[in-house]
C-alpha cells in the first residue's frame, strides 16, 4: 500500500484487512475492512491512529509510510483519537520501535493506554480545544466527541487543509484496495459502500445515536474540506455526503425510517414461512418495499443493518420448547442493545402444542419502545382463513408504513 496525498504535508496510509475473523469478535466482514492511519507534517511529524497486529496491517502501514520516505522512528507524535485495539493494537510494538514518539489522547484515552498496554510515559493527556503545534504552521486541535462509540473518542482537526480525522465516525466496513477517495469509486463501488456504511453504523455505533448528534453539532462550525476516518472513504469531494448519512442514521434512533419493512424470520419445518408467504402478499399489494432475512442462517449484522433503516419490521417465528425460537431471543436481545426502538411491528407464528412463544415475545420487547400491531399466531400449518388472514395484516403494516410522515 502506498501513501495517499490529501493536502501539502497530510497523508491517508491505510492498510486493507481480509479475513474469516469476526470484527470486534461478533460482526462478520466477508469484504474486510480498512484500517486508515494519517499522516501530518510540520517540523514535527504526527502519526493519526494506529493499527492492530492483524493480518499484516503494520507491514502494510510500515509500507505506506515508506512510499512518504517515512519510518516508524521518524514519528513525533501518536495521536490516538480512540483506544478501540483495531486502531491501538500494535502499540507496544510501535513504542519498541520509536520510544521517543509522544502519545496522544484525551484523559480517558490516556487511562485506556495505561490499562490495556501498560505503558505509563511519554503520554499527553489533551482537551476540548487542545492543540498541538508541529511547526511550519501546522497547528492541530482536538474536539472531545465522547461515546462516539467508546467514552474517550476525539477528533482531530487540521484546520489549514481543513481535515477532519474521525476515526471510528464516519467510518465503513469494507476493504478499500488501491483507491481511498470518494471521487475515485464509482457509482456501484458507492452502493457498496453505502450499504456497508448502514451494517457499521448498525453494528457499531447506533447504540451511540444521540452522541453522533451531538458531535455533529458540535463540529459545524467548522469549514470541513475533507472527512478522513480511519474505517473506509476519505470523503474530499464531498465531506457533507458522509456527514448527511450519519445524520440520517442517527435520526432513525428516534422513529420513523425508510418507509420499508424488514421481515425477520425462522422456521423449524416451513409452517411458519407459509404464513409469512401470505404476508408478503399483503405487503405487494400495498407496494411497500421489504427485506428477508432468515435466522439463525443470515448473520445478526446484516438483520441489524435491515431493522435499523426500515420503519417497520416483521417477526416470524414459531414456538419452541414454550417460548421464543431461540434465534430470534437473539435477534431481539441485539435489537434492545443496539437500540431498535420507534418501529411499527407485527409478530406472527405457528405453534403445536400449546404455544408460548407470545408470552415470552410480549414481555421481551417490552422495553423497545415499538409501536406493536396485534401478533397473529396459528396452530401448525396455516388454513385458508389464517393465510387471508395473514394477508390483511400484511397490508395492514405496510398501509402503516405508507402513512408515517
Ligand atoms: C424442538 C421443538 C420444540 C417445540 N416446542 C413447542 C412448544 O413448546 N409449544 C408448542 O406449542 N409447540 C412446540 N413445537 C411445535 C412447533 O411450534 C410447531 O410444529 C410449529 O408448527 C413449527 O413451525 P415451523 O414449521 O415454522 O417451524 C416445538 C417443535 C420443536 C421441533
Ligand atoms: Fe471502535
Ligand atoms: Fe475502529
Excluded at 85 to 101: Q, S
Excluded at 296 to 301: A, H, I, L, R
Excluded at 355 to 363: I, L, V
Aim: hydrophobic share 40%; net charge negative; charged share 25%.
Amino acid at each position: 500500500m502506498k501513501a495517499h496525498f490529501i493536502s501539502d504535508s497530510v497523508y491517508c496510509l491505510h492498510a486493507d484487512v481480509q479475513t474469516d475473523e469476526l470484527f470486534e469478535g461478533i460482526w462478520p466482514i466477508p469484504d474486510g475492512v480498512s484500517l486508515n492511519s494519517y499522516i501530518v507534517k510540520g517540523e514535527k511529524i504526527a502519526l493519526i491512529d494506529l493499527v492492530r497486529d492483524w493480518i499484516g496491517a503494520p507491514q502494510q502501514l510500515e509500507a505506506a509510510l515508506s512510499s512518504v520516505n517515512l519510518k516508524f522512528s521518524d514519528i513525533d507524535y501518536l495521536i490516538l483519537n480512540h483506544l478501540e485495539p483495531d486502531h491501538t493494537g500494535w502499540l507496544a510494538e510501535f513504542r519498541k520501535l520509536n520510544p521517543r514518539a509522544e502519545v496522544i489522547a484525551t484523559a480517558k484515552g490516556i487511562n485506556l493506554v495505561k490499562s490495556f498496554y501498560k505503558i505509563e510515559t511519554g503520554l499527553r493527556a489533551v482537551k476540548d480545544g487542545d492543540t498541538l503545534d508541529l511547526g511550519a504552521g501546522k497547528v492541530l486541535s482536538f474536539f472531545e466527541t465522547p461515546n462516539l462509540h467508546w467514552p474517550e473518542t476525539m477528533v482531530t482537526w487540521d484546520a489549514q487543509s481543513g481535515s477532519l480525522f474521525t476515526c471510528d465516525a464516519f467510518g465503513s466496513f469494507g476493504a478499500l484496495g488501491e483507491r481511498v477517495f470518494d471521487d475515485e469509486f464509482n457509482e456501484k463501488e458507492h452502493a457498496f459502500f453505502e450499504a456497508e456504511t448502514l451494517r457499521y453504523y448498525a453494528d457499531i455505533i447506533s447504540s451511540f445515536s444521540i452522541f453522533v448528534d451531538r458531535a455533529i453539532q458540535k463540529l459545524a462550525g467548522l469549514d470541513i474540506k475533507c472527512v478522513a476516518p480511519s474505517h473506509g472513504i476519505v470523503w474530499r469531494k464531498d465531506p457533507k455526503e458522509i456527514i448527511g448519512r450519519y445524520k440520517t442514521y442517527a435520526s432513525w434512533a428516534r422513529g420513523p425510517a425508510k418507509k420499508e419493512i424488514a421481515l425477520i424470520w425462522g422456521s423449524m419445518y416451513g409452517m411458519t414461512k407459509t404464513g409469512l408467504d401470505a404476508l408478503i402478499r399483503g405487503i405487494e399489494k400495498e407496494g411497500v418495499p421489504y427485506s428477508i432475512r432468515r435466522v439463525p442462517d443470515e448473520n445478526v449484522s446484516w438483520v441489524l443493518a435491515d431493522a435499523w433503516k426500515s420503519s417497520g419490521i416483521v417477526i416470524a417465528m414459531p414456538t419452541y420448547e414454550y417460548a421464543i425460537f431461540p434465534p430470534m431471543a437473539y435477534v431481539l436481545d441485539i435489537f434492545r442493545r443496539k437500540h431498535v426502538f420507534g418501529k411499527k411491528v407485527l409478530r406472527i407464528g405457528s405453534w403445536g402444542w400449546v404455544g408460548g412463544a407470545k408470552k415470552e415475545y410480549d414481555a421481551t420487547v417490552e422495553g423497545l419502545k415499538w409501536d406493536s400491531i396485534e401478533s397473529y399466531e396459528w396452530a401448525g400449518s396455516p388454513t385458508a382463513e389464517d393465510l387471508a388472514a395473514l394477508e390483511a395484516k400484511g397490508r395492514e403494516l405496510a398501509q402503516l408504513i405508507k402513512k408515517q410522515p
